[in-house]
Nanobody
Framework: QVQLVESGGGLVQAGGSLRLSCAAS????????MGWFRQAPGKERESVAA????????VYVDSVKGRFTISRDNAKNAVYLQMDSLKPEDAAVYYC????????????????????WGQGTQVTVSS
């Protein structure tokens, strides 16, 4: 069993930055694909970014490319999402997720491939 705990959310002005963290329990963390998803009120959950077990492969939704960076530290069982140049449309609850099975890169953004989810952290962006 893996437990994921997100932190780092909050209120920020448009153009500002936040860094989300996800702390994971469990020995197998370094073998998991990790993803960040978000869900705004009235909208479906969407993939934001994902990263391979080694950190060598990353994927992003087009709307955050060039502004967000996903990274991981397997020694600390942690994954991060650096969010820069935030926009009001980035406001949502952000979730960290872990996938046990090995995934091809093109499946990194499919939420149904993920086995474990955190409770979410709220990001609010004021205009």
């Amino acid at each position: 069993q893996v437990q994921l705990v997100e932190s780092g959310g909050g209120l920020v002005q448009a153009g500002g930055s936040l860094r989300l963290s996800c702390a994971a329990s469990g020995r197998a963390f370094s073998s998991y694909v990790m993803g960040w998803f978000r869900q705004a009120p009235g909208k479906e959950r969407e993939s934001v970014a994902a990263i391979s077990w080694s950190g060598g492969s990353t994927v992003y939704v087009d709307s955050v490319k060039g502004r967000f960076t996903i990274s991981r530290d397997n020694a600390k069982n942690a994954v991060y999402l650096q969010m820069d140049s935030l926009k009001p449309e980035d406001a949502a609850v952000y979730y960290c997720a872990a996938a046990r099975q090995s995934l091809p890169t093109w499946e990194y953004r499919n939420s149904w491939k993920y086995d474990y989810w955190g409770q979410g952290t709220q990001v609010t962006v004021s205009s």
